[in-house]
């Protein structure tokens, strides 16, 4: 087997005789600290949530420490308020839930607060922990100081996964518009990261930035999963009006203000279609206000649909929209790209050149990819798909394939698991390659490698068209 196909072969579940997955090994008990966990339906309580109950399905033990479930609304969740929920034992996952802040706004100082008192409140817990070998404590940033609070707990393995770098995020959304506050949460993001056993990244754009920062720890990269098992495509809509739906968090990297521009132009050329946005978050007051003022009569506000009614909501649009603030999407890719792709949905989404997304839609064949802020080239791609019922089904079907054979949630988790127990063969650098060296793959499509030499292939060959056309030729 060559270097190349030993990096990417790390998200590979082995194969027992027969072809069946082997068991994957996992460690015998893992405590998660997250800010944010199940039953929370958007941000990272949907993957700490996920990656909690699929180790516990698999015979680990597991316990959580979290906030009481908010996320993405202005309040605790009313069945979570009084406490009488903040110990719980769902599908064998033991879950902590401590007395929570919900910040009122999404400004940096409202955020930074909750930060500190979650970590306030769960320190004293964390520091009379004790993990024997083979254990492990895993912490989700944000928040970063779940991370420090995590490093208390003495003993086992100490992996912190990296949905944010909440600096570079806070800096690029001007969240943080002093420089002296910007380089304060740069160095307390670099000690707290620095004290982990082992960091995970969703890209390695991700990995770069930490290490321009100055975290040294090792760094691995595996992407955001979905599970395509679960996530099946339905039926498209019939008989209905055609319909353009936006579902998700409304804060500001999502730069839903894009949307409305859009549903402006679709008003005069497609007057029966409908805009839905589907969801909650900080910015939905001033949204409403919006569409009120600019008589937006085809825009329809819509609450999050429960998880297992998660397909039905998809299917029920001819097309999905993914908007992000151009300065926010350095990172990443946003994780309902996935969720989208499982659906075998079409979807418009905004990508600088270079991105994260932006390469993942060259590697897919089933994202339409416009200019941010490029408001009639967004609407010129929705028009586009809208008329061509073919054209989106073709889409819809690349995305799924992918989706079901880059980011399944089986095949991820079993590396990510094997992380946790021991890191054995996934961050080391494969033999005769040199650190930090890119290399392609031949036509492979775009695969995640981890450790010191981590490289990303994709297929050559495609490339972003602003007009709104495939992003494959």
């Known amino acids: ?15 027992a005789r027969g072809g069946a997955a082997a068991a994957p090994s996992i460690p015998g008990k893992v405590l998660i600290v997250s800010q944010w966990f199940w039953p929370e339906l958007l941000g990272t309580g949907v993957y700490s949530g996920d990656l909690g109950f699929w180790l516990a399905e698999r015979g680990g033990r597991v316990e959580v420490l979290t906030n009481r479930p908010n996320y993405p609304g202005p309040s605790v ?14 599908q064998g996952v033991r879950i902590e839930r401590l007395p929570t802040w919900v910040p009122p706004s999404g400004r940096a100082l409202h955020r930074i607060l909750s930060e500190v008192l979650f970590f306030l409140r769960s320190a004293p817990r964390l520091w009379r922990r004790r993990l024997e070998p083979g254990e492990a404590v895993v912490s989700f940033c944000p928040s970063v100081l ?33 420089g002296l506050v910007a380089k304060l949460l740069r160095a307390v993001e670099r000690y707290c990261l620095n004290r982990a056993d082992q960091i995970v990244v969703l890209s390695d754009e991700m990995r770069a930035v ?51 521009d859009c549903a402006e132009i679709l008003l ?35 609450p999050l649909l429960p998880a297992d009614r998660l397909a039905e909501g998809l299917a029920a649009a001819d097309l999905l929209l993914v908007p992000q603030e151009p300065s926010a999407s350095d990172f990443a890719v946003p994780s309902k790209i996935y969720t989208i792709m499982a659906a075998a949905r079409p979807m418009v989404a905004t990508a600088v050149e270079g991105s994260p997304l932006w390469k993942l839609a060259q590697a897919c064949g089933g994202i339409i990819c416009v200019p ?9 791609a929705v028009l586009a798909l809208m008329r061509d019922p073919e054209r989106r089904a073709r889409l819809g079907a ?76």
């Open 372 to 380: 941010p802020r490029d408001a009639k080239a967004f609407a010129q």
């Open 77 to 90: 969740f009313p069945e979570y308020r009084d406490g009488t929920r903040d110990r719980e034992e769902p």
């Open 268 to 302: 005069k050329e497609l007057p029966q279609a409908v805009v839905v946005l589907r969801g909650g978050g900080s910015t939905e007051p001033e949204l409403r206000r919006d569409v009120a003022t600019r008589g937006l009569a085809n825009v329809r506000f819509e």
């Open 146 to 178: 779940a991370v420090l609070a995590a490093s208390l707990a003495r003993g086992g393995r100490h992996v912190a996964i990296v949905h944010d770098i909440q600096s570079g995020l806070a800096r690029s959304l001007a969240l943080a518009k002093s």
């Open 398 to 473: 690349a995305a799924r394939r992918y989706a079901v054979e880059e980011v399944d949630r089986d095949r991820v988790l079993t590396a990510l698991a094997q992380l946790l127990r021991d890191g054995r063969d996934i961050t080391a650098s494969p033999k005769g390659e040199e650190p930090g060296r890119r290399t392609d793959v031949g036509a492979q499509p775009l695969l995640v490698g981890v450790g010191a030499g981590e490289q990303t292939a994709r297929k050559p060959g495609l490339d972003l068209v602003p007009d709104g056309s495939d992003c494959s030729r």
């Open 1 to 15: 087997m060559s270097a190349h196909s030993q990096s990417v072969a790390v998200m590979e579940p082995r194969t």
């Open 210 to 260: 930490l290490r321009s920062m100055g975290v040294e720890r090792p760094i691995a990269v595996v992407p955001i999963w979905v599970d395509t098992s679960r996530l099946t495509p339905l039926p498209g809509p019939a008989g209905l009006a055609p319909t353009v739906l936006y579902s998700g968090n409304f804060g500001r990297k999502q730069g839903l203000d894009q949307v409305l």
